[in-house]
């Protein structure tokens, strides 16, 4: 099982990368995701929720997008998982990515019923966004708020990570 979770974090890892181009995402179930929450390596890996019709998480990207520029070189991976429901607006997502410059990885939840999938991301989850999850060095942490800053977002990993 763990050699099938690295496989899977490298394939999507080199095929994220193999398009890291503003618009570009990848669409994934609930069961890929599963399988990159369940891996337990030396990276932290941070998984922020979010879609294009929440306020906060618009208004909270460019800080992640810095942050995620700051992490390279670093055992720290982000994936922004879009909560975007890809039936109505698939087109309007790549638009948005691409206006926004968004060049972090991006992976599109396809998933229709948030009370499947919610609990068995994080249970303590009330289904609010923008919603951030840290895993790695053998802790865990979630947080339903909104950062202002990339420094906001390094402290809070560093938080649960260095305990």
Known sequence: MKIKNLMLAFLMGLTLHLKAQSGDYQIIKLGDLEDLLSIQDDTVRV??????????CVKELPNFETFNQEIKGTKQLLYLVSLDDL???QSKLSNFLKKKNVMSKVMVLD????????????PSWTGSIPATLVIGNQTRGFAEQEFHSAADIHN????ITKK
């Open 47 to 56: 998984f922020n929720f979010w879609a294009t019709w929440c306020v906060p």
């Open 87 to 89: 039936n109505r607006s």
């Open 111 to 122: 998933e229709n019923n948030p009370n499947f999938y919610i609990d068995r991301i994080e």
């Open 156 to 159: 809070w990993i560093n938080s």
